[in-house]
Antibody, heavy 121, light 107 residues
Framework: EVQLVESGGGLVQPGGSLRLSCAASGFTFSSYSMNWVRQAPGKGLEWVSYISSRGSTIYYADSVKGRFTISRDNAKNSLYLQMNSLRDEDTAVYYC??????????????WGQGILVTVSS | DIQLTQSPSFLSASVGDRVTITCRASQGISSYLAWYQQKPGKAPKLLIYAASTLQSGVPSRFSGSGSGTEFTLTISSLQPEDFATYYCQQLNTYPRTFGQGTKVEVK
């Protein structure tokens, strides 16, 4: 069974940093591209970042570019999101999501349960 | 960036109704569009990919159509478990973008 479990969320002050982790199991993690998607309270979905299966290709939303860094450790079946210079508007539930079996242009077929990040003083 | 506009944003319907949601892209995206369903407090669930292909395990009352800039998600006969928020997502270019969502509520 495919499982994605996020951790590392919590309350952080504006300007602070946080590192999210996503532990993957039930599939060959090193064969799949991964994404982070977030959802502010009561709002819609916002795609945040993408990393290819080997980590060689990375993309970010403009809203986080230069502040967030996506990475992965295929030996540990783990995905990460390092979030620096956090702002109030980064408050959201963060989901890790797997690219579909059929590739990056298809959709996100498995999602974690989400982890809440709250940026507030 | 490619903008996706869903209509309507809210929809009131009854069990058994046929429901159609539209997603319009600001530029052509071929068939690189996915639809998701999200229930409160839960992660999104992939329903349809490549604009019209049903994801494994999704009931056949869900269908998708379209290409280029206009897409539709149709639920042929709304069931109680279908009351949720639906999102489209384009996978043609980065940044990947989502529509603003359509909430399907009980009439």
């Amino acid at each position: 069974e495919v499982q994605l479990v996020e951790s590392g969320g919590g309350l952080v002050q504006p300007g602070g940093s946080l590192r999210l982790s996503c532990a993957a199991s039930g599939f060959t993690f090193s064969s799949y591209s991964m994404n982070w998607v977030r959802q502010a309270p009561g709002k819609g979905l916002e795609w945040v970042s993408y990393i290819s299966s080997r980590g060689s290709t990375i993309y970010y939303a403009d809203s986080v570019k230069g502040r967030f860094t996506i990475s992965r450790d295929n030996a540990k079946n783990s995905l990460y999101l390092q979030m620096n210079s956090l702002r109030d508007e980064d408050t959201a539930v963060y989901y890790c999501a797997r690219a579909h079996d059929y590739g990056d242009y298809v959709g996100l077929d498995y999602w974690g349960q989400g982890i809440l990040v709250t940026v507030s003083s | 960036d490619i903008q996706l506009t869903q209509s309507p944003s809210f929809l009131s319907a009854s069990v058994g109704d046929r429901v159609t949601i539209t997603c319009r892209a600001s530029q052509g995206i071929s068939s690189y569009l996915a639809w998701y369903q999200q229930k409160p407090g839960k992660a999104p669930k992939l329903l349809i990919y490549a604009a019209s292909t049903l994801q494994s395990g999704v009931p056949s009352r869900f269908s998708g159509s379209g290409s280029g800039t206009e897409f539709t998600l149709t639920i042929s006969s709304l069931q109680p478990e279908d009351f949720a928020t639906y999102y489209c997502q384009q996978l043609n270019t980065y940044p990947r973008t989502f529509g603003q969502g359509t909430k399907v509520e009980v009439k």
